[in-house]
């Protein structure tokens, strides 16, 4: 089967080449035999109907690749035609005495229709097409096809280099490669042979001038001399004929220069020609309705016609709006595909497996009637949390994620949960309709109401009615709502989460808005001595410290210090602690005045016993017995909640070999109170020493 089918088509091929090379021959005998009026007029009609072709072809094709046979096709018309201003010259002069149809009737209908019995019209005629076709279209097409080629054979190298970037890089496999390479030669090849192809048009155009007049000449003596013909019979037979010849060669030969200089003119457009002109035209509406304003300034001068002007005013005024209205519904229509696609896209996301592996980073999730309860106030949850983010990007250096709130109905009803990464780190249960009257260690007040503890700090409480609470202010007690109660406790959680919500990216992202130095400062640094990972910890140990990054260019300075000597990340956080004194201090500092707290020798030489050196002295491990370490608690926690309840602001001060470990079990009780060592304590700061831990 396989075997027949290569036959049928070697056999098809086979005659196209017979019937090709047939016509070619055919063309070479019109050169040198005599063929009779009845094949001249079928000749002739075949070369204008292969003319029109070739402009059709050109009109719609979409690129002039598509036409690449287009050099040959030329080749073939203008050889045919030629052929045939040979065949009808011989039948001119040998039979133009007999009549204007002696040389056929197609001759004989464009002498009689174009001239109109006139052989001075038609010869004007001639020469104005001649001109046309030689002077502006052949001239025209020739110099684009030259420049053209000049320009496609430069780029040649660039879009090969191109091309092996692209399969380089994967964007495209080898077959794709092979593809655009071919298309490459092929276009090249084609301007190539374009640029050779418009020198037959041009020699086409000559060639049918000097035929012209040669008929006219030398028709003439023949009449003349031959046939016994007046000077002016001749001149008048002859000419008609000679004109009338030309007009039948010079039509075709202008449709074919109109072709080629439409296929050269196309260039990189993409599309046939009437889509390239018209959206292109057409792309500009007040282009349109400017020209039609000046075609109605024309109609309305004196001496200008009116009626044609106000047509074109108004085809081109209607046209401008159409071109309005179809923008418009195309752009309405784009835009709701691209709703459309957007929300199929968030309906997929929501019911795809990927998406229930997806968590907010900070998610607020109500109960069913607490969510009910603040519905109305759901805007200013969403205002009061961006002021809140905010506040914490001024006073911490980063800003935090966005807070997503949430519904859940497997909570209890009237709680609330808060969760980081996915995971729940508060909760709490809110009495809807009452207000916390925030009691602290003072007396509860003589109002009805049930004792519980604030969220945030486990501050004693009592929680009234709402028709209490301006009783309870008068009272000097302060009260917080619903709203106040659930801000205040995310605010706490997020501050004390801070070094879980600073990702890698927000690193990055601090790093990358700095100033260009302090870019480049970080860059040398990661590359030799620390990583942007091991950068981004100790960003977090100072978080976690609740030391603000604002500072972080300072914070750079001292990492490139130490990063050298010490790779520890808890090592180069005490050197950038040292270094962030005047900040540390200043952020505790009341009215100039720093207020500490010392840990007494006791616990310092406590403290000193219990860490673990290697053999070059440095601490390994801290190493403190438990119930010691109890009675630590117990007593620091003894005497700081006493500084505590006096409401004064204060740090604790100790040795910076034991700093870190000090804080370590700090935190975990009071984890507000900041842990300062000797040395981070700034230079000139006016201290108040208002107790010991001993």
Known sequence: MAVTEALDRSASSHGKDIIFAGGVILILAILFLPIPTVLIDFGLSVSIALSVLILMVSLWIARPLDFSSFPTILLVATMLRLSMNIATTRVILSQGHEGVNSAGFV???FSSFVMGGDFVIGLIVFLILVIVNFVVITKGSTRIAEVGARFTLDAIPGKQMSIDADLSAGIIDEKEAQHRRQELEEESSFFGSMDGASKFVRGDAIAGLIITAINIFGGIVIGYTRHEMSLGEAADVFTKLSVGDGLVSQIPALIVSLAAGLLVSKGGTRGSADKAIFDQLGAYP?????????????????GLPMLPFLTLAAVMAGAAFLIDQRVANEAEVKKKTVEQAERDKTDADKNSVKSSLATSEIELVLGKQLATHLSPKREELAFRMT??????????GFVIPDVRLNDDLSIPDKSYEIKIHGTTVASYELRLGEVLALIGEGELPDIPGEETKEPAFGMRALSVLESFQEEVKQQGIPTADNVAIMLTHLSEVIRNNLPQLLSYKDAKTLIDGLDPEYRKLTEDMCTNHITYPGLQAVLRLLLAERVSIRN??????????????????????????????????????????????????RWDLAFHESLKRDSKGEVREFDMDPALLEEFGSEATKVIRSHLENGTQFALVTAPEVRPYVRMIIERLHPNLPVLSHVEIARGADLNIIGAVS
Do not use: W
């Open 107 to 109: 001759i004989g209908g």
């Open 286 to 302: 007040r282009a349109l309705q400017l020209a039609a304003l000046l075609m109605v300034i024309f109609a309305i001068m004196p």
């Open 387 to 396: 002021k809140m983010r905010k506040k914490f990007a001024s006073q911490y």
């Open 552 to 601: 972080l260019h300072l914070i750079l300075e001292a990492i490139a210090e130490i990063a050298p000597h010490i790779r520890r990340s808890e090592k180069i956080v005490e050197h950038v602690r040292m270094r962030m004194a005047q900040q540390l201090c200043g952020d505790i500092t009341i009215n100039g005045t720093l207020s500490v707290l010392r840990l007494g020798n």
